[in-house]
């Protein structure tokens, strides 16, 4: 039974930083992938970020590029998503998700992708 589970959000001031962990348990694929997505209020969910287990590829979407950095434990069994310069609009619960996706087809992977997916937890960025 694959297992995700987030931890790191809160409330931050805009222009602060959080860290988001996603701990994966038990996937045994010989290729992966994690990403993140992240959904406000009224808004469909979208798709922030996304790191190939095997060969670690990135992809971020463009509004986050040069603000969060995504990357994975030497274990390969935790994702981070390092997130800086936080923006009111960044607000939302974000959910990371894992799949059985080849490097080359992560770029902007829809959440229809992707298999399997954690609880999520909330980020909020207000003053």
């Known amino acids: 039974q694959v297992q995700l589970v987030e931890s790191g959000g809160g409330l931050v001031q805009p222009g602060g930083s959080l860290r988001l962990s996603c701990a994966v348990s038990?996937?045994?694929?010989?290729?992966?992938?994690i990403g993140w997505f992240r959904q406000a209020p009224g808004k469909e969910r979208e798709g922030v970020s996304s790191?190939?287990?095997?060969?670690?590829?990135?992809y971020y979407t463009d509004s986050v590029k040069g603000r969060f950095t995504i990357s994975r434990s030497n274990a390969k069994d935790t994702v981070y998503l390092q997130m800086n310069s936080l923006k009111p609009e960044d607000t939302a619960v974000y959910y990371c998700?894992?799949?059985?996706?080849?490097?080359?087809?992560?770029?902007?992977?829809?959440?229809?992708?992707?298999?399997?997916w954690g609880q999520g937890t909330q980020v909020t960025v207000s003053s």
């Open positions: 038990a996937f045994t694929l010989d290729y992966y992938a």
């Open positions: 998700a894992a799949g059985s996706i080849a490097p080359s087809l992560i770029h902007g992977a829809g959440p229809e992708m992707f298999d399997y």
């Open positions: 790191i190939s287990i095997s060969d670690g590829s990135t």
